[in-house]
Structures are given as structure tokens and as C-alpha cells.
């Protein structure tokens, strides 16, 4: 008897709903209120709003300013560097993305359909 299940999975993205104060963001990462204006001064963290309490970021800059510390850390690379590395990790995540999106599987195997000039 061949019994086949199905299993749908339940996620949310934390990332949208989560903000850090400039302190709080600090804090998390251990960065320096300096380094966080030079990233953000590179585009290496954007700031999701500024009003008369507090400079906040959204959850994505959390992942980003530790990536950041890593890469500065592991490879003693700028905040220009950072930046455009950071912007080449999401550019490769978007197309493996779509790569994933455009795959099906079948009978336990992975065939990806090809789209030409998709």
C-alpha cells in the first residue's frame, strides 16, 4: 500500500514585525554607535524610521550588522566593502529564490524547470 502525506508548514518573518532602537540595536551587537552611523552613512543597515525619540531599524539589521562585524573582523574589509558584499549575499539569496521557486519535485528527484527569457 503506497500511502502518500502532505505536510504544510507555517511560517512568519520575524525580520517585518521587529524593531531596534539605536541603543537597542547597540546593545544586540555589540557595535559602537560610531560604527552603526558609518554602516548606515554606506548602506550596509537602513534605518526604518527617525522621530524625535529614537533612530529605529528594522529586524533585518540585526543579521546585517552581524555579518557585518564578521566580515570586518574576518577580513578587515571597509564599510564600502561590507556594503557591497552584503548587497551581492541578498542578490545571490533573491536568485536562489527564484531558482527554488521555478524547481518541482519528482518521484523524490529535483527537475527544474527552465523558463527562456524568464
Known sequence: MNESRVTWLEAQVIEEQVEFTLV???????ASEEQLALWVAEGVVEVRTTDARATRFGGDALHRVLTAQRLTRDFQINAAGIALALDLLDEIAALRSQLLSRSTFVSGRRRFKFHPGA
Open 24 to 30: 537597542e540595536l547597540c546593545r544586540a551587537t555589540g
